[in-house]
T-cell receptor
């Protein structure tokens, strides 16, 4: 079974609709992240959470919101979807950093979102 | 400001050739971490390697090797005797010690291995 799962895997929606993307992990990691990937732009950080009570904006948080329902769950919402939010969305997790050691992030399989 | 540049947008080589993917980074921190991830056509992101700024030893893992040079702020990735299964997008990434564990990704290099 996958350690980091995302639902749905694919979604087509219309402009103005509210959309929620869900991420669950069984790795026991405290830290979770949401990224979007656009062709030619790499991955850009939307939001991240270091624990259930800690939510932080990334570089492109406008138009998005998140909810950390539990250590294992981190949801991304588009309150009113627009076409330029069409992208591939990834959830990732990592262990809490130890001093002078940055852990790698483990990624989910991605959600392909199309906003018409 | 932290930045990762992968100048090669797309590379095509014939199977069994060696290929090097370039990565140049910018950071003001003395302590930082560099990563490489692979994204095969199936879309998932696979962690390949992490290197911290205090360890300049080159790393070899099978056909993969990494050359870290602080003098040129580069962390290049070489695939020896490439195979069709190496076809993927490869991302280089940077994490600064003072910016917690936020990772900044390069834009990726799409590698095509031709049979």
């Amino acid at each position: 079974d996958a350690d980091v799962t995302q639902t749905p895997r694919n979604r087509i929606t219309k402009t103005g609709k509210r959309i929620m993307l869900e991420c669950s992990q069984t790795k026991g990691h405290d830290r979770m992240y949401w990224y979007r990937q656009d062709p030619g732009l790499g991955l850009r950080l939307i939001y991240y959470s270091f624990d259930v009570k800690d939510i932080n904006k990334g570089e492109i948080s406008d138009g998005y919101s998140v909810s950390r329902q539990a250590q294992a769950k981190f949801s991304l919402s588009l309150e009113s979807a627009i076409p330029n939010q069409t992208a591939l969305y990834f959830c990732a997790t990592s262990e809490t950093q130890r001093e002078n050691f940055h852990n790698e992030q483990f990624f989910g399989p991605g959600t392909r979102l199309t906003v018409l | 400001a932290q930045k990762v540049t992968q100048a090669q947008t797309e590379i095509s080589v014939v199977e069994k050739e060696d290929v090097t993917l370039d990565c140049v980074y910018e950071t003001r921190d003395t302590t930082y971490y560099l990563f490489w991830y692979k994204q095969p056509p199936s879309g998932e992101l696979v962690f390949l390697i992490r290197r911290n700024s205090f360890d300049e030893q080159n790393e070899i893992s099978g056909r993969y090797s990494w050359n870290f040079q602080k003098s040129t702020s580069s962390f290049n990735f070489t695939i020896t005797a490439s195979q069709v299964v190496d076809s993927a997008v490869y991302f280089c990434a940077l994490s600064e010690a003072l910016r917690d564990d936020k990772i900044i990704f390069g834009k990726g290099t799409r590698l095509h291995i031709l049979p």
